[in-house]
T-cell receptor
Framework: GAVVSQHPSRVICKSGTSVKIECRSL??????MFWYRQFPKQSLMLMAT?????????EQGVEKDKFLINHASLTLSTLTVTSAHPEDSSFYIC???????????FGQGTRLTVV | EDKVVQSPLSLVVHEGDTVTLNCSYE??????LLWYKQEKKAPTFLFML????IEKKSGRLSSILDKKELFSILNITATQTGDSAIYLC???????????FGKGTSLLVTP
């Protein structure tokens, strides 16, 4: 159990367009999901915390209007990178936890390349 | 400010060696420390440690937490090339779900 599916695994888009990334918990309900960004050879940087049915909480320095997060159900959260630019190219990873203070399970990640 | 520091940042060993990876933490209202293994894609969960002094084991991997000294170690015995990866530790506080990650230890096991 505890499978988190992230889609797509890889996407290339043109500068100025928007890209949506989905994160699904397949066999459990996740009241909270997290979105991370990872640059090459660096650790995971938390972007935002997404709670089902409420607005996401963004980390300092993360643009809310650029990285739109929606957590419509207990099994699905989406991250939309709006008006993407080459500097948004990165590896984006989501994670989900069943309950408070339990381990987080990660999706496979999405490699975004903006050209 | 919470921080998690891992050492060494990188390590190269031969197959069969035993390695110890270190993780020290300063996490407000600390709850647990977690270890993950990251190969080419997203991290996979290894251990979650909440109590001091209780070793957790999974095959050749084991880990223990010292809440007095605020650190944890991850041991890998009889290393194999498939153990090559980045090992991440992360602190979890009682006040939130989000994980505070260290920078990771990049382990390379050579044949």
């Amino acid at each position: 159990g505890a499978v988190v599916s992230q889609h797509p695994s890889r996407v290339i888009c043109k500068s100025g367009t928007s890209v949506k990334i989905e994160c699904r918990s397949l066999d459990f309900q996740a009241t909270t999901m997290f979105w991370y960004r990872q640059f090459p050879k660096q650790s995971l940087m938390l972007m935002a915390t997404s709670n089902e049915g409420s607005k996401a909480t963004y980390e300092q320095g993360v643009e809310k209007d650029k990285f739109l997060i929606n957590h419509a159900s207990l099994t699905l959260s989406t991250l939309t990178v709006t008006s993407a630019h080459p500097e948004d190219s990165s590896f984006y990873i989501c994670s989900a936890s069943r309950l408070v203070n339990t381990e987080a399970f990660f999706g496979q990640g999405t490699r975004l390349t903006v050209v | 400010e919470d921080k998690v520091v891992q050492s060494p940042l990188s390590l190269v060993v031969h197959e069969g060696d035993t390695v110890t990876l270190n993780c020290s933490y300063e996490v407000t209202n600390f709850r647990s420390l977690l270890w993950y293994k990251q190969e080419k894609k997203a991290p996979t969960f290894l251990f979650m440690l909440t109590s001091s002094g209780i070793e957790k084991k999974s095959g050749r991997l084991s880990s223990i937490l010292d809440k007095k000294e605020l650190f944890s170690i991850l041991n890998i015995t009889a290393t194999q090339t498939g153990d090559s990866a980045i090992y991440l530790c992360a602190g979890l506080s009682n006040s939130g779900y989000a994980l505070n990650f260290g920078k990771g230890t990049s382990l390379l096991v050579t044949p």
